[in-house]
């Protein structure tokens, strides 16, 4: 009898101790992986988290079995400083591959800047070099001195096309929805005829312009030797975090149709390398 209820009582002392020890180990922290986005720029990212950006963002926190979670930081200068470098986040889903100051994974995507004009204006076939530019009006996105500027900017200006041309400032005027829209804008207004832009910024806000709007490449793409019209796309990390990196490109390579599915269904002008 002794015996009997000694085991009796060892059962219920062994189910809680076992109870405690699974308790346990549901406390263990989960995996927290943190972006850095802008928060007011369509089509790439914003707070309600409806860019495309955000999207990867959320595969990779998904695939890594992670918590998703966003620095929330306008894109202006300084932004890879106070982000990723601050070690304030993990990730950048979207920057030009072989950036120095980071590591980048394999690209995701490949983009050109594009002319945008109204369709009904009929100005198909446009590049550079092409005599109608210079009796346009032409809007180009601006990023501040001249050093800095994008390479349409600084193609036109080595063309001497300058009195003609139009800047609209990437940073914009935050207090309104998507402010690099607004060259694209411009050109549905009709206040500039035609406009030269980074392609997802084109194509995401002509597919919603009420005004149908034309997009073909800037060429040639590689201008002068020295201003590339298309650039490679990664996702950036810390130098340091060669995991992370590791984790993310593998990722890309393994879903790489529904990356591909992702910015075909934002508008992104996609192309190959060159050659």
Not at 61 to 86: F, I, P
Not at 107 to 125: D, I, Q
Request: hydrophobic share 40%; glycine share 6%.
């Amino acid at each position: 009898m002794g015996r009997a209820g000694g085991s009796q009582v060892r059962k219920p002392l062994v189910l809680a101790v076992a109870a405690v020890l699974l308790g346990s180990c549901n406390l263990i922290p989960e995996r927290t992986l943190t972006a850095c986005a802008d928060p007011n720029n369509l089509p790439f990212s914003n707070k309600a988290e409806q860019g495309f950006e955000n999207k990867l963002a959320q595969m990779i926190a998904s695939d890594l079995h992670a918590k998703l979670d966003y620095v929330w930081w306008a894109q202006r200068r300084g932004y890879v400083r106070n982000t990723l470098n601050e070690r304030k986040c993990d990730f950048w889903p979207g920057i030009a591959s072989n950036v120095e100051m980071l590591a980048t994974t394999r690209p995701y995507y490949r983009s050109t800047y594009v002319f945008v004009s109204r369709a009904s204006e009929n100005l198909n076939g446009l590049t550079l070099d092409d005599a109608r530019l210079k009796k346009l009006k032409i809007g180009v996105e601006l990023v501040g001195d001249d050093a800095s500027n994008t390479p349409p900017a600084h193609a036109l200006s080595s063309r001497g096309i300058i009195s003609n041309v139009r800047g609209y400032m990437l940073y914009g005027d935050y207090a309104k929805p998507n402010p690099p829209a607004e060259i694209v804008r411009a050109v549905e207004r009709g206040d500039v005829d035609v406009a030269l832009v980074w392609g997802p910024l084109a194509g995401y806000f002509a597919a919603q312009s009420p005004v149908p709007l034309r997009l073909e490449p800037v060429t040639p793409w590689m201008a002068d030797m020295q201003w590339p019209m298309q650039f490679d796309i990664s996702v950036g990390v810390q130098k340091d975090d060669q995991k992370l990196l590791k984790e993310i490109d593998q990722l890309l390579a393994r879903r790489s149709g529904e990356i591909h599915k992702l910015l075909v269904a934002y508008h992104v002008p996609l192309v190959q390398t060159p050659g």
